[in-house]
């Protein structure tokens, strides 16, 4: 039996879905669609965890009445936020969004203490305001009480399969991303943890994703009716399930995980931990089968998702077609944002901020709503572009095209604007591709498939890639050369 379920959670809503090995092809079926909705709490902006663990039931007892028996169970999330555990064995509060305020500049004042090139040589992480490390510096600073008294860390998914089973690992792909955690190593870093004043012991065994990590535990079989299933870490951080699930067939290939995020990059075999990777602030950050993800964070869709939530807020609803299809219609380069300037990383009124910055740039200020999208739309193609070259300059490699997974590839807008931009090949597809990088990785487990090269081969074979071709060229490599103007990159 080769029925698996891969549970993916993404900063907006999670899923279940079950995948079945037919005939060598891979047959995907969603059971349970769920929304993720922060909570904010005075000042503080948290995760519904519990809700998130009511939801991964509901998704055990759709595949229970289903009659579709999975043996076997993974995780996905988003990467950086945590959980801590007391001495009872449980939950201590509830963990923050990596978008609450309270980290807000203590990047700063950490590099006061411990240069920057000392933490990045330790971890090969970018630098992000939300990393794990600042947010635990944070709860320092604040004396949070919790400190005094939790007995582990375990990060999103390692919490949730933590309820599931009982036991209590830390899985790779995502410990990397603390920024705690050093490549050479292969250990939470010793300095960094002292420098924190936290104890090697909060922080459990790292597994590698494709590793046992228990089985349902008794309390919950026999609330759900359920048998023993075994339960996978997979590569647990939703980007790195993504990057497994790249059909690609060259060893060679840059990538665009789609999403509320934007995460470019390509996968290399050894960390790139040198001062221009540090420069560029690009991201080391840990992969399927001992692979790194040489990678940056780009603000992505969130920017469009918080605009359609304020307009929805004023009373006038949007659909994510309407939006594009508006976009369309708007005219070309009127005006560009840089999409990673720290003014849209918190969430609130996107849309007055997008009129902020083209007002304090001097540039045309989009009134109407096509116009807005367009110059969000065209910002994102235009910043893929600028990060694609980097990622070229920085892994020493040429790619011939781009592999663009995950939801935001329904925008194929943006798709084909992407293509433009960089003047090469966009292959889109799959769009689940986290879900799908979390199941190959659990058939990896099992011996369904013998190593990443042959899942990826089975999922290009199972989901078709759309192509777009570039359009266009030369009105898109000038309007390339007003962006990096009026963003001031270079
Ligand atoms: C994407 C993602 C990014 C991570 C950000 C915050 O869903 O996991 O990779 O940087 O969310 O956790």
Known sequence: MSNILAFDIGASSGRAILGKLIDGRIITEELHRFPNDPVQTGDRLQWDILRLYHEIKQGLLKAKHSGAEPVSIGI?????????????????????????????????????????????????????????????????????????????????????????????????????????????????DEVLLQHLGLPQSLFSQVLQPGSPAGYLQQSVQEELGLGPIAVHAVAEHDTASAVVAVPALDR????????????????????????????????????????????????????????????????????????????????????????????????????????????????????????????????????????????????????NGLHMVGGGIHNTLLCQWTANAIGKPVWAGPAEGSAIGNLAVQWIARGEFSDIWEARRVIRESFPMTNYDPEQGEAWYDGYGQFLHVTGLH
């Not at 969004?97 to 309270?102: E, K, M």
């Not at 790194?292 to 869709?301: A, Q, S, V």
């Not at 739309?377 to 990622?391: G, H, I, N, P, Q």
């Open 76 to 188: 996905d999330s988003w990467a950086v936020d945590y959980g801590f555990i007391g001495r009872d064995g449980s939950l201590l509060g509830n963990p923050l969004h990596y978008r609450d305020q309270s980290s807000a500049g203590m990047m700063e004042k950490l590099q006061d203490e411990l240069t920057p090139d000392e933490i990045f040589k330790r971890t090969g992480i970018q630098f992000l305001p939300f990393n794990t490390i600042y947010q635990l510096y944070a709860a320092k600073s604040s004396q949070s009480p919790l400190l005094d008294i939790a007995e582990h860390f375990l990060m999103i998914p390692d919490l949730l399969r933590y309820f599931l089973t009982g036991e209590k690992y830390n899985e790779f792909s995502n410990a990397t991303t603390t920024q705690l955690f050093n490549p050479f190593t292969q250990e939470w």
């Open 252 to 399: 060679s290939f840059a990538y665009l995980s789609c999403g509320t995020w934007s995460l470019l990059g390509t996968e290399i075999s050894e960390p790139i931990i040198s001062e221009e990777a540090q420069q560029l602030n690009f991201t080391n950050e840990g992969g399927f089968g001992g692979t790194y993800r040489l990678l940056k964070n780009i603000m992505g869709l969130w920017i469009l998702q918080e605009c359609r939530r304020e307009w929805e807020r004023a009373g006038q609803n949007y659909s994510f077609p309407e939006l594009v299809k508006l976009a369309g219609e708007a005219p070309a380069f009127s005006a560009f944002i840089e999409p990673d300037d720290p003014m849209f990383m918190a969430p609130g009124d996107m849309p007055a901020r997008v009129k902020e910055y083209c007002r304090k740039t001097n540039q045309p200020i989009p009134n109407d709503v096509g116009s807005l999208v367009r110059c969000i739309l065209e910002s994102l193609a235009f910043k893929y572009r600028f990060v694609l070259e980097m990622t070229e300059r920085l892994s020493g490699q040429q790619f």
